[in-house]
């Protein structure tokens, strides 16, 4: 049974603007982990109606007082979680004074402590947490902040902006006051307060002005801490030449902490980062983590801009901020890349998420536009849709208009914006405007959800040499738009990038009917109907066609359907100049061999190893003028989720067991050349983080993983030693990976030396939980023990923490969503333990519990008895009687899809 007390849904057409302007704030904090007073001083200035109170929000506030220019006020009322305050003047000073438990706070949201330090988080809505206010975006003002507490305790004192002065207080305690010249929302204040040490920089600005950069951490991690700042520098630079964007403020502080509910915090001048975004050195983090750590310090670092600056209006506007930046920092990571087949991998790593996650999150119970028209918990909605596919949708800009056209529409919006809370149109408003352009078809981009399909059909006139295509587009509706009354679905405004390829393999340059003459190769077309067609002329005539080569560059967030045949593909995973479409080829012929066996598993025929995808996958293996990281991506085999997507009702154990069949068959195979590609891509000497060896580690970690695959004795001893002699963490994670998923031998032994070695190292430790939550399940001789009973037995571990999300993500998340075969097991065994586990998240962490709720989303694309066992399991989650808003949510959408 779900609740019976009906939830209340948020609409965007409800916004109306605030009834009050707050000038300034004053905030003194008297920080205590058991109780914590704040006193608020807000100059306040009716912007409304003479009569509409003043209704400010507050969560877990105990109230002392409120006074109005220094006397008692009375007019006030406490209403669940409001603040009413009737019969204000035009204007005044009002002064409220709370209390709040920090050290109580397990939800991470507001004001907590984690391991004796003192953090906040406000976005989206926790500052109603730490006072009384107008807690949303569009409030815009200066504060000036006072904190004091115990010397001893914590010695460090931050906020956002300048420090304006420090002092002793009586009783053991200090102070220090912080003012930020800036006027920003409630959503991007932050203190901390602890015993943390720094690295600290100064670099002069383009415009000649010294900036003091500042990483912060506890003492133990100062060794961990030169890549963050090395990021930040880059991130700096890169914004000042890509965009004319200069950091505004004389400081910038960047603090780790290990308790955090996602990645890190852009508050102005003073972010707050997960220690997984920024601690790392060669022993302790890999590759992949040194690249996520500069792409989060640049993404927080971004929104200075796209964001603060420039705030939402309302959390409906969300990607306005969230999108454009994530478009800034996939740019900037690309650009860091140093080579065009760099910035190729880099897309193609972009793209593998949107496709994994987003597209099945937008055929899903929890479908939404880029721009959502309504929500009941706001939290809910920092999505892969609102920041990947916001993300594209900007993308779809500066493919539209050019690098210069949507650098233009950027100083636009910044000349027209800069202090202001506004919504996608006016960012959307601002690129029309600045390239003359009309746009008002693209906005559907933010309004629909759903990710459109685009089928491709040919006519070829060899005598002519005209090749015609033609365009369809279709969207059915999906989520919300299902329902009664929802309008239909108008064509998007595509933008179709293609080129087309000669039987030598040239791209062919393109003129297209109506165009005097043939110009560039690579074409993007304006694909605004729901069918349309396009002619090239003056291709070469007689033969055969030219074959396409679709979406280059992946210029929209679609689906192309096109008939190609496997010869097709091959040819394009050799021929093609768009690398990502390259990559694209090999993906479908991988994807194409893989559900054909898992129709053969379902089935039980035998199965059989494809030849000519065996051939395809020597021949990019072997191709030394490959960038290896591009050969890494092209060699990695489609995965279990993306599989379960394209197939009409998904069956986890055949995409295992077939996915399985086809690695192992590949590592035996091609074992010589598996070998050849390890002994070829070693980084002698000291570790380094750059691209290129980078690129050398990714292929050849990949070359071990199928090699242990083989399950042959000799490889598993390779994996053995790579993991003995290693010297840098991506070394030793990826050795002790493969032997732990091949069951090799060393297997055991392996485990317990990771264990050991860094055992007072917690993300190294979250690495360890993670890979055993994600291994397969034993088969062949080891048959017998499933993955959830190693599961259940680490959640006993001294080690495991439910309070510390990283913790719990790292064995519940990563076994939940990581690992489908084992989790989608046929007893049920893994639904039971979801269901125990957001129950038990959720009374400590909504927002973790409702990440996690999230695993069933896709429910009903599941084979029965599967499907049954996924709604027992989640109708005992919303029977629940003690459900915080975030997770009923979750589970009330996927049940009533
Ligand atoms: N803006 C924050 C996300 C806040 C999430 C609140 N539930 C991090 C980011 O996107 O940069
Ligand atoms: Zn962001």
């Known amino acids: 049974m779900l609740r019976t007390d009906t939830p209340v849904t948020v609409y965007r057409k409800d916004y109306t603007p605030p009834a009050f302007a707050i000038d300034h704030v004053d905030l003194v904090l008297d920080l205590d982990p058991q109780r914590t007073v704040v006193t608020s001083t807000l100059k306040i200035q009716r912007t409304g109606t003479a009569d509409a109170p003043l209704v400010l929000a507050g969560e877990e506030l105990e109230l002392v007082g409120v006074r109005l220019d220094g006397q008692p006020f009375s007019g006030v009322k406490q209403d669940g979680d409001s603040l009413t305050l009737t019969g204000l003047p035009g204007t005044g000073t009002l002064e409220i004074t709370t209390a709040c438990n920090p050290a109580a706070n397990t939800t991470l949201s507001g004001l907590y402590v984690s391991n004796g330090n003192f953090f906040t988080q406000c976005e989206a809505e926790g500052f109603r947490r730490i006072t009384y206010f107008l807690d949303r975006p569009d409030v815009m003002t200066t504060y000036r902040v006072t904190l004091r507490a115990d010397r001893a305790a914590s010695p460090v004192l931050l906020s956002n902006g300048n420090l304006l002065s420090q002092r002793d207080l009586p009783d053991g305690k200090h102070e220090a006051v912080w003012e930020d010249p800036f006027r920003k929302p409630s959503y991007l204040f932050a203190l901390v307060a602890g015993k943390l040490e720094r690295i600290e920089q100064t670099i002069v600005s383009a415009s000649g002005k010294q900036k003091l950069l500042q990483v912060w951490v506890e003492p133990q991690d100062l060794d961990k801490t030169r890549h963050a700042m090395d990021s930040l520098v880059h991130a700096i630079r890169w914004d000042e030449q890509r965009f004319g964007l200069e950091l505004d403020l004389d400081r910038f ?68 901020k969230e999108g454009l930046t994530v478009f800034r920092d996939q740019e900037f990571s690309a650009d860091m890349m140093g080579s065009e087949s760099g910035r190729a991998v880099k897309r193609i790593e972009d793209v593998r998420v949107l496709r994994q996650v987003q597209f099945p999150e937008d055929a899903g119970p929890m479908a939404h536009p880029v721009r959502p028209d309504s929500y009941e918990e706001i939290n809910n909605f920092y999505t892969v849709t609102v920041y990947e596919k916001g993300a594209e949708v900007v993308r779809m800009y500066q493919t539209l208009l050019g690098r210069d056209g949507f650098r233009k529409g950027m100083d636009l919006y910044f000349q027209r914006h800069d202090g202001q809370a506004v919504t996608c149109d006016d960012f959307r408003a601002a690129m029309a405007d600045a390239n003359g352009r009309d746009l008002k078809q693209f906005g559907l981009w933010y309004s629909q959800a759903g990710t459109p399909v685009v089928t491709v059909k040919t006519a070829w006139d060899g005598a002519s040499g005209t090749l015609t295509l033609t365009l369809s587009q279709r969207c059915p509706k999906v989520g919300i738009e299902t329902r009664a009354g929802m309008p239909d679905k108008q064509p998007f405004h595509i933008p179709f990038a293609l080129g087309l390829i000669d039987a030598e393999g040239n791209d062919l340059p393109l003129q297209r009917e109506g165009e005097p003459k043939a110009g560039a190769s690579t074409r993007v077309l304006d694909f605004t109907q729901a069918e349309q067609t396009f002619r090239f002329i003056n291709l070469p005539r007689g033969g055969k066609a030219p074959l396409p080569s679709l979406l280059r560059n992946f210029s929209a967030p679609v689906v192309v359907d096109y008939e190609y045949s496997d010869a097709e593909l091959t040819f394009l995973l050799s021929h093609d100049t768009d690398a990502f479409n390259r990559w694209e080829a090999g993906q479908r012929l991988a994807t194409r061999a893989l559900l054909h066996l898992v129709a053969d598993v379902q089935a039980n025929r035998e199965l059989k190893l494809d030849p000519a995808l065996v051939s395809a996958f020597r021949s990019v293996l072997t191709d030394g003028a490959l960038n290896p990281a591009f050969r890494e991506q092209a060699l990695m085999l489609p995965a279990e989720a993306y599989l379960a997507e394209r197939m009409g009702v998904a069956d986890p154990t055949a995409i295992h067991r077939a996915r399985l069949f086809l690695r192992e068959g590949l590592a035996r195979t091609l074992k010589a050349e598996w070998l050849a590609a390890y002994e070829a891509n070693a980084t002698p000497g000291e570790y380094s983080p750059d691209a290129d060896s980078m690129a050398r580690r990714a292929l ?28 840098n963490m991506t070394d030793r994670f990826a050795a002790l990976s493969a032997l732990v998923n091949s069951f090799a031998p060393g297997r055991e032994h392996a485990l317990a030396d990771f264990y050991e070695r860094f055992e007072d190292d917690a993300l190294v430790i979250d690495k360890w939980f993670s890979l055993q939550g994600m291994q397969r399940g034993e088969v ?118």
């Not at 309302?314 to 990607?319: A, G, T």
Request: proline share 3%; with cysteine.
């Open 253 to 320: 502080m960047i603090v780790a902490v290990g308790d955090f509910n996602m990645g890190a915090m852009e508050n102005k001048g003073l972010n707050i980062f997960n220690t997984k975004y920024v601690l790392a050195n060669a022993q302790t983090a890999t590759d992949v983590d040194f690249a996520n750590i500069e792409s989060v310090v640049a993404h927080e670092y971004f929104h200075n801009w796209t964001g603060n600056r420039v705030t939402c209006r309302d959390w409906f506007q969300l990607s306005l």
């Open 700 to 727: 050849r970690n990949l070359a071990l993983g199928y090699l242990a695959d083989s399950g042959d004795a000799d490889m598993q001893a390779l994996a053995d030693r790579h993991y003995q002699q290693s010297d």
């Open 780 to 897: 062949g001789p080891h048959a017998g023990k499933r993955t959830i009973d190693t599961v259940r037995a680490l959640m006993q571990h001294p080690a495991f923490n439910l309070r510390n999300p990283n913790r719990a993500r790292s064995l519940i998340f990563s076994f939940c969503s990581g690992n489908p075969a084992q989790f989608h097991a046929e007893d049920g065994s893994g639904y039971a333990f979801w269901a125990d586990q957001v129950l038990a998240l959720d009374a400590i962490n909504p927002q973790v519990a409702a990440r996690l709720a999230r695993v069933m989303d896709r429910w009903q694309k599941y084979e029965m008895p599967l499907r049954e066992r996924m709604r027992a399991a989640l109708e005992r989650v919303a029977a629940s009687s003690t459900l915080s808003r975030d997770v009923r949510e979750i589970v009330s959408k996927a049940l009533s899809a």
